[in-house]
């Protein structure tokens, strides 16, 4: 990955899931991450942090909304939280910060017109930003461990490759501890314990109501990971600098949560160095996932900024949210291991079929106007369609992906060999459904008779119930196969 080039969000670290389909999926983590004091960097001249009762001018650029203008179910975020930001050369341009009940969200505050070039909507600077490289030599960002300190020789006992998440969240928890450090500030609006829905803080009744023994086993095994983690370097004898970043496992398990959700891996120039490395941005981490993102990350290497980017040519109303896409081409398993939610409707999940009975690839692509390459797969609106096609969703896009397919240009499908294999494979995905212990429909009562759930027992009833749309999804949309084939 270039310098210069647009980057995905392949991991980032915040997640607040919304109603949208195929918009955003707020992963529930109400918080993002924390920064550390900034200085200016021509003057070299440390900036003091803003306190709460501290008057300002309005800021022409990275003006708070006003109440009225947001929407009733989203409150405008404080303005400490844009303040303290601005002081230290955070811009915004265009967008505000919201809070509802999934937590924060970015949504447009004018509209967009498209443009054949991608526009800026945020910069965030380096020396906001906790920073480890990936690989050997390890080094991190800001310089603010001093020599000698225990909590370096903690980072440095890890693997760079594989503790990306403890090693980030030791640094995480330095930066609170030190005074006026950015991160101090901004944690205050990272969601708490209680907020997040990673399953790293999932009790063993949660992991219970994933309905998956696979994920619920991994997890597990996470926990175990992180906890013998702390064990070992927060012991008795650990000096007392060490003791208070984290006294007990909740405060270092809560952190290493915030971290894995709020990651942004890519790769960074820094002068004449090149480096992979694992990141918490401030701001940034705002920014919910979706599958069909708006917007993108940038690094600017000549004043090493990160640049939030909408998309070219991509239109934007007053009051859409801003989305990223988090990791592309992945499960939900592995969303909620990472972030803690799943989607209905993501175009990347999978059913393991059994048998041997396939469907003709390039009818079904036909019946539901689904062009493209298979890693590319998108629905073309823009055809000649039938009415229902409001049916087509990242389900479908799935199904396109995962059901058993046979294609020969010279050879047409022949219509009662099809409804023959779809039968089958209809047959196998009603035997899924039957081995789970619950409906969807009475998932979907247990969510509405339990409002004051957790947010881990919340995210893991959601991925069973999300799991079940979406076979029912590939039922159905291999009825209306069936039923056009002959057209």
Known sequence: MSMASSVALQQLNRCFISTHQLTSFPHGLSGRPNCSPVYNNENNVAVRPIRASTETPPFPIFQPPQLQDSPSELEPADPDFYKIGYVRSVR??????????????????????????????????????LTISQKLPWMFFPDIVPVGHPIFDIINSTNPETDWDLRLACLLLYAFDRD?????LYGDFLPSADECTSLLLATEEDLSELQDQNLASTMREQQR?????WEKNWHAAVPLKIKRLARDPERFIWAVSIVQSRCINMQVRIGALVQDANMLIPYADMLNHSFQPNCFFHWRSKDRMLEVMINAGQRIKKGDEMTVNYMNGMMNNMFMQRYGFSSAVNPWDVIRFSGNSKIHLDTFLSVFNISGLPEEYYHNTGRLSHDGDNFVDGAVIAAARTLPTWSDRDLPPIPSMERKAVKV?????????SEYPTTSEQDSEILDLMPQASRTLEAAIKYRLHRKLFIEKVIRALDIYQE????
């Not at 910060?97 to 969200?105: L, N, Q």
């Not at 006026?180 to 101090?184: H, L, R, T, V």
């Open 92 to 129: 915004a341009y265009g967008i505000e910060f919201k809070e509802g009940p999934d937590g924060y969200g970015v949504y447009a505050s004018k509209d967009v017109e498209p443009l054949r070039r991608a526009r800026v909507i945020m910069e965030i600077p380096l020396e906001l930003m």
């Open 180 to 184: 006026d450090n950015f991160w101090q």
């Open 484 to 487: 056009r084939i002959l057209f």
């Open 225 to 229: 990971r992180v906890l013998e983690f």
């Open 425 to 433: 494979l209809q047959d196998e995905c009603h035997q899924m459904l």
